[in-house]
């Protein structure tokens, strides 16, 4: 299992050529933001963007030194199957969700989806949302916030989005 990648404030991997530490890599500046995608040199998607906005990088410069953290993701990570990457996935969609939802949308069986739930908090990768106004699934209906039901409601940790995004770059499950 390789280290999970940590890179530096305002650097991200850009999902369209999901480089990986060896490629020769260049960054492109967002327009209006201090964000920095981190793009293959061969990236088709570049040929879009003005010269002004590249520049040239190392792997060196972006990833940030190995840190207590990531040991705990990385053994994180390896505990997980692909049922559990399923429900992070569904979370990093849907946003703050309950076990029955969770089960309907991925087919999983409500109680291995609720045996999901607590191995996933337990390791840190989901949380509890406080039984109050939450905003109800990101994306679906902008704005829209409902009381908290007698549900249990969890979302991504940012542990927990690290490790779904870090195996969405590498092409895992």
């Not at 879009?48 to 520049?55: E, I, Q, T, Y």
């Not at 979370?91 to 949308?105: E, L, P, Q, R």
């Not at 409500?110 to 990768?125: A, C, I, P, S, Y």
């Not at 949380?127 to 009381?147: E, L």
Request: charge should be positive.
């Amino acid at each position: 299992m390789p280290e999970l990648l940590r890179l530096k404030e305002n650097y991200r991997l850009a999902g369209c050529c999901s480089p990986v530490p060896g490629d020769e890599i260049i960054g492109c500046l967002k327009q209006d933001s201090p964000v920095i995608s981190i793009h293959r040199t061969d990236c088709r998607e570049l040929a879009k963007v003005s010269p002004d906005r590249l520049l040239s990088l190392t792997w060196a410069e972006i990833i940030e030194q190995n840190s207590n953290a990531d040991i705990s993701a990385s053994s994180a990570y390896q505990a997980l199957d692909d049922i559990d990457f399923a429900i992070l996935r569904h979370h990093k969609i849907m946003g703050n969700d309950y076990a029955a939802v969770v089960a309907k949308t991925t087919g999983i069986p409500r109680g291995t989806v609720f045996e999901r739930h607590k191995k996933l908090r337990d390791l840190g990768l989901l949380q509890r949302v406080q039984p109050v106004m939450i905003q109800y699934r990101k994306g679906i209906v902008k704005g829209k916030w409902i009381k908290h039901r007698n549900h249990t409601y969890y979302d991504l940790t940012p542990l927990g989005l690290e490790i779904i995004e870090y195996s969405a770059c590498q092409g895992l499950p």
